[in-house]
T-cell receptor, first 114, second 115 residues
């Protein structure tokens, strides 16, 4: 079975400083990994995904994530935070052959201070 | 190309009433998933449907909850005799395929409040 652990429930950064949201996964099979963002009272929007191609994945709004198999991690980063980045971020793992089995992390709330 | 649509966006029901949540997938998508999100938690999978078929309902409570995805029309998640613990945000997602690596596209959710 697969699962994800988001290591921080809340991260606070200042505008213009780097963002790091941490995610570790567990999977018996080759995983597909996703990061979704949820703004208040909105649905989830896909930021980026990893599906066994390049290990460094670039997404929308300047976010990127690196798949590290040896560390079973898929951390999300952004060089410079913007106020509009304040939201809830979810790391998601699915089994490569069966994407209906998607497991969500508990989420990391990102706060951006002016 | 409209995204995944859900209605109503907000639903208030008294204990014991029925709640019906609707989801129209993206055009061309025949795979629909329902999730529940409790406050301060991630999304929990409930059920996965294709047109006219329930493929996986392992995350759905056995009693009071049912889902369908008819040949015509939206997918419906029905909760009978609602209780306070059913208060949550319910999200629908769709995808064009169930093959690995394809993301799911999410609707804006229905926030159910049981009074």
């Amino acid at each position: 079975a697969q699962s994800v652990t988001q290591l921080d429930s809340h991260v606070s950064v200042s505008e213009g400083t780097p963002v790091l949201l941490r995610c570790n996964y567990s999977s018996s099979y080759s995983p597909s990994l996703f990061w979704y963002v949820q703004h208040p009272n909105k649905g989830l929007q896909l930021l980026l995904k990893y599906t066994s191609a390049a290990t460094l994945v670039k997404g929308i709004n300047g976010f990127e994530a690196e798949f590290k198999k040896s560390e079973t991690s898929f951390h999300l980063t952004k060089p410079s935070a913007h106020m509009s980045d304040a939201a809830e971020y979810f790391c998601v793992v699915s089994v490569a052959y069966n994407n209906n089995d998607m497991r969500f992390g508990a989420g990391t709330r990102l706060t951006v201070k002016p | 190309n409209a995204g995944v649509m859900q209605n109503p966006r907000h639903l208030v029901r008294r204990r014991g009433q029925e709640a019906r949540l609707r989801c129209s997938p993206m055009k061309g998508h025949s795979h629909v998933y329902w999730y529940r999100q409790l406050p301060e938690e991630g999304l929990k999978f409930m059920v996965y449907l294709q047109k006219e078929n329930i493929i996986d309902e392992s995350g759905m409570p056995k009693e009071r909850f049912s889902a369908e995805f008819p040949k015509e029309g939206p997918s419906i998640l029905r909760i009978q005799q609602v209780v306070r613990g059913d208060s949550a945000a319910y999200f629908c997602a769709s995808s064009p395929t169930a093959q690995g690596g394809y993301e799911q596209y999410f609707g804006p959710g229905t926030r159910l409040t049981v009074t």
